[in-house]
């Protein structure tokens, strides 16, 4: 740990998180048992078993699923798919991740940010904006959120799914991490709650087997899932089939259930960490998300701090994290404000990395507790 | 044989051309020997050993390539790139392959259709093409070129590549096809006539390997390259790692002169089925391209038979192939000309399908050899 940077700023799994003997054993069993249809062009909606398994498992028509190299690679289908012909309004909540706000900007959406708390995105804010003007999109992760942490609750899910069912609004709910939850019970997607059909579903197997397969879906009206359909297909024709074709080996094999398991148990203690190591090395005022789930703690050490100077004295002691202002659309907001990501780091680099970050704060306010 | 549909319409490689026993092994091997890497998040621009490995066979630095989810998602990105802020003019062979036409028009290109002969492109109109105005790209497919099977001369590639040059014309070289070759010396890139300095050359492992692992690839000047890797990143964060690996076990392990060999023996008797059956069956005045390689062979009916109209009798008659309107950018030419693709069937169906084919030809005209 001595001399190495530790980096908070990757929300990626950290490599024991990852299957990699399962999945080099399914990888072959897959081209084995079906190399003929996982080698060929693919259909642009997905390798069929996990087409199907997927629909099962969301209780849908397999119509309804597309799967795509990537969530975001859908997230992407969906903008290009509301940029065509008009300029997109698209709400979102501020902080969000900001890899779908480059997305956004790139086709010239008009972004509107809504305010959260640590319940999620505030639903009469939401009111406001569609009384405000028509939206394309509302786009929120309600569980665990990139980059806060926060979890949208139940209260508040209903309302969203009624405002949405209500006045037509597209919402795409993307749920990469809900799965990835330690403790309390899960609350119902938006999905569920509206009926699945202005809120659209997606999620990846990045934080639940593995990153780098790109296995992302989409669960959307039909109509919707044959338009983006035909995005796809004219991008790249099919997604990329052997992996597609090993995560479905993966659950055949019933290892899904297993291995999430043993992937909370990991990073929960990575999040022990961190919240332990944040109450020790933080000063009084500051204050951060207390996560159930997902990777992401959300920091805020009280005004007049600027989190990208402080990013510049931190990369120099050795630790690295992402400044606040990244995940607001307009690049104002959050400016005391950034995202720890405990996913890739153990425990151990977490207490030395919250340790050589807290020695970069104010001295008179640190608690030292 | 009998009852089954005989697609023509298919430029895929049938079945027997997948090494689907070495790839089995080749994924399992590539993630029991670098798990960490082909599980996580990849960098934008490829998985570095394949990315070397393409350096080296092109002989560019690194920094110059760029893997991608499929060829046809690179050309998506180079589109996007150029129409970021205007209206891209792009040039392209008429006939063309067809969906990346469907790009251009998706971000609303303005597509200038240049006439090609039994040569390839003519070099004069693409002189005429640039006085009348300059244009941000050349799309150009110059051997054995999808929809025409036709090989762009040694004394034309010369010329367009001096005309890149001088004109400072960007140039997309797409070779998905040049290494299947059955007869005859390989004719030079344009890509090393001219320096790559404005030729951009784009290929993929589709038709060498197997195009279910989308694995595609461009060799751009490093500037357009780190441009097109942005744009990777916030569309997809990495192209799928692990297919990537297995591509690059398969060639480290050597596989890759020998599958080509065996693929292009599977695919010279298809062609020579082709050309055979064709010489018997079709009426005086079709015209077809003879292609030393490749998957595709171009018919030109004579005036006055309309193939869109003729599709509909063949398939209902158990036989398809693709209407030569598809392949033109503007929907006019090609009327009574089509593609046939031999890639994805045997011999045997080859000489039934092409008997079912000009069974339906105008009787009094046909050669009956």
Known sequence: VANR????????????????????????AALERDGATALGYGPATGYPPLRNWLAQRHGVAPERILVTNSSLQAFA??????????????LVEAPTYDRPLKILAAHGADVVALPMDEDGLDPDALERELDAGDASLLYTIPTFQNPSGRTLSLERRRRVAAIAA???????????????????????PLFELEGGERVVYGSSFSKTIAPGLRVGWLVAPEPLAAALAELAVSTYISPVVPTQATVYEFLRRGHFESNLERVRGLLRARRDAMLGALERELPAGATWSEPNGGYFVWVDLAAGIDTRELLTRASAAGVTFVAGTDFFPSGAGGESA??????????????????????????????GR
Request: hydrophobic share 45%.
């Open 5 to 28: 940077v530790i980096s908070f700023a990757r929300g990626a799994p950290a490599p024991e998180c990852l299957p990699a003997a399962e999945l080099a054993d399914c990888a072959r």
């Open 77 to 90: 289908f969906l903008v290009q798919h509301l940029a065509a012909g008009s300029r997109p309004r698209v």
């Open 166 to 188: 209500e006045r037509g609004l597209l919402v795409l709910e993307d749920d990469p991490y809900g799965l990835v939850r330690f403790e309390g019970d899960a609350l119902p």
């Open 338 to 367: 950034l995202r720890l990501a405990y996913s890739f780091v153990s425990p151990e680099e977490i207490a030395e990395g919250i340790g050589r970050f807290g020695s970069l704060l104010p001295e008179p306010a640190r608690r």
